[in-house]
């Protein structure tokens, strides 16, 4: 996380608080799955729940699932007969996914795929309104490079951790695989000619896309 704890707690607290079923999944990942800090969160949740409504999507693509939470936010904007496409790689978290997608009432609408999405996603053969990127941070500019296509004119791209906890302010220092990655990533969607961007310092930095 970028800002502080007490400014963040303060923007969680003058936000829209998130649904009972979303508030049940983040106590469950907290109690049964490792590394809970991936979970979306209450804020970040919210505005990926209140941009999904402003865009009405009839499909989304979301590649890393985690436990769901953030693939439930989506869902509350996915228009009546709207499908979710979600891609993990991690296939014991599948039972929970499954098990809250259920409760929303939705589950008929979401699909969910176990695997290397680098591999899932030529094989969708469809076409998306949305698409969040929130997977292995190596592949971004793969993901990249496979979805534009993909993606509808007018469409939406969200890329989560694009700060990557500040090292991307500092590539030289920081020679990671991920923040090299994240670096060319974050150059090549801001130059892409069929995108516009803005970067926006929501929680490790979410970059919002639109195709022209």
């Known amino acids: ?16 608080a998130p ?3 979303l508030d049940e999944l983040e106590r469950e990942t907290y109690q049964k799955v490792l590394q809970p800090i991936m979970l979306s969160g ?8 209140i941009l999904s409504k402003l865009v009405n999507p ?4 979301e590649i890393g699932t985690y436990t769901g939470y953030s693939t439930l936010c989506l869902l509350e904007g996915l228009s009546e007969n709207g499908i979710i496409h979600t891609i993990d790689i991690n ?3 599948y039972g929970i996914q499954r098990k809250y997608f259920d409760k929303s009432g939705r589950g008929h609408q979401i699909v969910q795929h176990i695997g ?18 929130d997977a292995d941070k190596p592949n971004y500019p793969n993901y ?22 500040g090292k991307v302010l500092d590539p030289d220092k920081h020679t990671d695989e991920s ?27 979410i970059t919002l896309s639109r195709k022209i």
């Open 1 to 16: 996380m970028i800002i502080s704890e007490s400014l963040n707690d303060y923007l969680e607290a003058h936000s829209s």
């Open 19 to 21: 649904s009972q079923l």
């Open 42 to 49: 209450a804020y970040q949740g919210k505005f990926l729940s």
């Open 58 to 61: 009839k499909s989304i693509l």
């Open 91 to 93: 296939e014991e978290l």
């Open 116 to 133: 290397n999405a680098l591999d899932i996603i030529p094989e969708l053969n469809s076409t998306f309104d949305l698409i969040f990127i």
């Open 144 to 165: 990249l490079n496979l979805i534009i296509g993909m993606l509808n004119k007018g469409g939406i791209i969200l890329s989560d951790n694009v700060l990557w906890h």
């Open 179 to 205: 923040t090299k990655a994240l670096t060319k990533f974050n150059r090549m969607i801001k130059e892409h000619p069929e995108m516009e961007s803005v970067m926006l310092p929501v929680r490790d930095g």
